[in-house]
């Protein structure tokens, strides 16, 4: 598989370790407009640390054009194809919420080791009654954008590397129900304990295409300037071809972690 002829993304270490980073997705200066909007919202002053009393300021969904033309740049298009397969997945309307993240000594509670879920269970409004399935039915990608530069102390997102793998044993006996977030990250974060650990870092502009399965987890804000990141999912467009032709990257993921 290797390298992507169009994109330069590096398929075989996607499906090895979890995640792939597209450097440059979005440009720099479109992360600036949009961080000018998030800044507002957040009621703190950029230029007045005094004002940055919370750990963490969650944001609501942003779909107006700043945010929209991040999410659909032809490199980011093309990045999705390659990963998650040609024509596969839905367009992002918007980036969803914000969890912008501020220097503090504060915890700010939500940094547990987990994976996401991806539909809904038998209360749609109870977000941690969600589910998730082998096939990652209504999930085809994590997404995390950056919209600030982040380095090692800026609360980058923690990953392990190559848990992805250690998921779909878990999920397989469990049919399409799949399990709840809570029981499947439960589950998973105990099976990944050996897996090493890398952090989301990049510039403004950066996008971490992340494996559906791969356990992740928030963390402090330890350095100066606040971070600002989105993480919505990419939605599948179609049905999984986990068992039959064609996989893509992610699937082939997938069928690796069951020694297929």
């Known amino acids: 598989m290797q390298n992507d002829s169009d994109t330069d993304l590096d398929l075989d270490a996607f499906v090895a370790d979890g995640f792939v980073r597209v450097a440059g997705a979005f440009p720099g200066e479109l992360a600036a407009e949009c961080r000018e909007i998030l800044w507002r919202d957040t009621g703190c002053d950029p230029a007045d640390p005094a004002t940055w009393t919370r750990p963490v300021v969650r944001l609501g969904a942003y779909a107006q054009p700043?945010?929209?033309?991040?999410?659909?740049?032809?490199?980011?298009?093309?990045?999705?194809?390659?990963?998650?397969?040609?024509?596969?997945?839905?367009?992002?309307?918007?980036?969803?919420?914000?969890?912008?993240?501020?220097?503090?000594?504060?915890?700010?509670?939500?940094?547990?080791?987990?994976?996401?879920?991806?539909?809904?269970?038998?209360?749609p409004t109870d977000f941690f009654k969600w589910r998730v399935n082998l096939a990652s039915r209504g999930r085809a990608l994590l997404l995390l954008f950056l919209f600030s530069d982040v380095g090692e102390d800026d609360a980058p997102t923690r990953v392990r590397v190559g848990s992805h793998l250690d998921v779909p044993p878990l999920l397989e006996p469990e049919g399409e129900a799949g399990l709840t977030m809570l029981d499947a990250s439960e589950r998973a974060v105990a099976a990944t304990e050996h897996r090493p650990v890398a952090l989301a870092t990049g510039r403004a502009g950066d996008v971490y295409l992340c494996h559906p399965f791969l356990v992740h987890a928030a963390q402090r804000h330890r350095g100066t300037e606040p971070r600002f990141m989105a993480q919505p999912p990419l939605v599948p467009s179609g049905a999984s071809r986990l068992d039959g032709p064609g996989p893509s990257p992610v699937e082939i993921a997938i069928r690796r972690g069951l020694g297929r």
């Open 66 to 123: 700043p945010f929209r033309a991040a999410a659909n740049t032809p490199r980011l298009r093309a990045a999705f194809d390659a990963v998650a397969g040609a024509g596969r997945w839905e367009p992002l309307g918007g980036l969803g919420t914000f969890p912008v993240r501020f220097p503090s000594d504060d915890p700010a509670g939500d940094d547990g080791w987990h994976i996401d879920a991806s539909f809904p269970g038998d209360d």
